[in-house]
């Protein structure tokens, strides 16, 4: 889109009111709302804000920022119409006073390590696959983990509750400009997927973090809390975000596609199967960066808990869906859906690279049940385990050559200090299951 056909659109539908979003370190839409009279200077990227105030962005002195938008994330907020005034909203960069990317934005970081890959000769290509939970409201407003819905994985209604919520998020989601590919209710009571084509890596980024923002506008409006915590509640499944990803040619062909070979994979997807396999340890304090990411890691709900691939095994980190020729993707089902899309996706493709340019041999495809396997079955196979904790996972993120290099050191060392504070005040917090495990019996 250009400057002149927004400004056009804000005429027509009457936008008075303009939100400039950019994300910070955590991976949080962050919102600047301006009126009309000041969008011309937002389009402008003259809009600035005080950096210092972002957790994880700029030092006191050197906190003034800019808000640099990307045109064509321009779209009406479909909720948002009132009376015939409309909102709009704009995705940003976040740009140095000096008028330079700022190293801190996740944003920009992303665009940097796609800029490598196209050296490369590759883009990258995203679909994600964010699960949630629709759960009540208490007398004060607030969140409890009680559904009303009694469904199961694909059920019809009436027994799915929340289907209404759900039909509204995908029609505010196809008035924003997504194409909505299918959606259903997933294994848990309460839990929901749509999913939506995928994108390049960028707009693929973009569009997750603005589906969340709709699904839990939706949810709010029909009295419901949507929540992407991986684990809300014990003993049933949690909430992932499998990404699916293809490396293509700068041509429009995908790297990926090989019909010659007996899986139809070329060589560049063994080896970028290859480098995943290799840095999945080191990436999941990225991919699954809360303390509660790694209780749904666990063996019997799904989630993938051994780093192995296969072409159609579930259990495994890396599975290669049916779809071949342009459709030919790596399925990587570790992520969480708190996760920040702009650095899991900059970690995940410079694992892929890593395996790419260093010509990487895959280990043999895993096509049994690994949760059926005993530890030496698993050792001789050389299928190693995910990081068990967010303080595992941390440990292996800072060893990992790759990790620094592709954050940049500002992000790098700002996401290891907020990692490690939540970690610590986790380690020293007294749980209920402590309290009601030892109290009566110490």
């Keep these: 889109m250009t400057k002149e056909e927004i400004l056009a659109i804000v005429e027509k539908e009457n936008v008075n009111f303009f939100r400039i979003q950019f994300c910070d370190?955590?991976?949080?839409?962050?919102?600047?709302?301006?009126?009309?009279?000041?969008?011309?200077?937002?389009?402008d990227g003259k809009i600035m804000f005080d950096g210092s105030s972002i957790d994880g962005f700029a030092r006191i002195q050197e906190s003034d920022m800019y808000?640099?938008?990307?045109?064509?994330?321009?779209?009406?907020?479909?909720?948002?119409?009132?009376?015939?005034?409309?909102?709009?909203?704009?995705?940003?960069?976040?740009?140095?006073?000096?008028?330079?990317?700022?190293?801190?934005?996740?944003?920009?970081?992303?665009?940097?390590?796609?800029?490598?890959?196209?050296?490369?000769?590759?883009?990258?290509?995203?679909?994600?696959?964010?699960?949630f939970f629709l759960f009540k409201l208490d007398a004060d407003g607030k969140s409890t983990t009680t559904t009303d819905d009694n469904a199961g994985y694909f059920s019809l209604d009436p027994e799915d509750t929340g289907q209404n919520c759900r039909r509204e998020i995908i029609e505010t989601l196809e008035e924003m400009g997504f194409e909505i590919e299918a959606s259903h209710h997933e294994v848990a009571?309460?839990?929901?997927?749509?999913?939506?084509?995928?994108?390049?890596?960028?707009?693929?980024?973009?569009?997750?973090?603005?589906f969340k923002w709709v699904v839990k506008s939706m949810a709010k409006k029909h009295g419901l809390h949507a929540t992407f915590m991986?684990?809300?509640?014990?003993?049933?499944?949690?909430?992932?975000?499998?990404?699916?990803?293809?490396?293509?040619?700068?041509?429009?062909?995908?790297?990926?596609?090989?019909?010659?070979?007996?899986?139809?994979l070329s060589e560049i997807a063994y080896q970028y199967i290859a480098g995943i396999m290799k840095n999945a340890r080191g990436f999941s304090a990225v991919t699954n960066p809360l303390v509660n990411s790694y209780k749904r890691m666990v063996p019997g709900y799904e989630a993938p808990v051994y780093v192995a691939w296969s072409a159609s095994n579930r259990s495994a980190l890396c599975r290669i869906p049916a779809s071949r020729g342009i459709g030919t993707r790596v399925e990587v089902r570790c992520p969480d859906p708190t996760c920040n899309p702009y650095l899991a996706f900059a970690m995940m493709l410079a694992s892929g690279l890593d395996g790419v340019k260093n010509k990487l041999s895959v280990a043999k495809s895993t096509d049994i049940n690994i949760f059926d396997m005993t530890p030496t079955e698993k050792e001789e196979a050389g299928i190693a385990s995910m990081p068990a904790s967010l303080r595992e996972a941390l440990d292996v993120f800072i060893e990992n050559p790759i990790s620094r290099e592709t954050l940049g050191e500002h992000i790098f060392d700002k996401y290891i200090i907020n990692k490690e504070i939540e970690w610590d005040n986790y380690r020293i917090a007294v749980t209920d299951w402590e309290v009601e495990n030892y109290l009566n019996l110490y």
């Excluded at 370190?25 to 000041?38: L, T």
């Excluded at 009571?189 to 603005?210: R, S, V």
């Design 25 to 43: 370190i955590n991976g949080f839409m962050k919102n600047v709302a301006i009126p009309k009279s000041q969008i011309n200077k937002a389009l």
């Design 67 to 131: 808000l640099v938008p990307d045109y064509d994330t321009f779209c009406i907020l479909p909720w948002r119409n009132q009376k015939g005034v409309a909102a709009a909203r704009i995705i940003c960069d976040v740009h140095k006073s000096d008028g330079s990317p700022y190293e801190g934005c996740p944003r920009v970081n992303l665009k940097r390590v796609l800029a490598q890959a196209k050296e490369m000769g590759f883009t990258m290509n995203v679909g994600t696959e964010a699960e």
């Design 189 to 210: 009571e309460g839990q929901h997927e749509i999913n939506f084509k995928y994108a390049d890596a960028l707009t693929c980024a973009d569009n997750t973090l603005t």
């Design 230 to 264: 991986p684990k809300p509640i014990f003993g049933v499944n949690g909430s992932g975000m499998h990404c699916n990803q293809s490396l293509f040619n700068l041509d429009g062909s995908n790297a990926f596609a090989d019909e010659g070979d007996d899986l139809q």
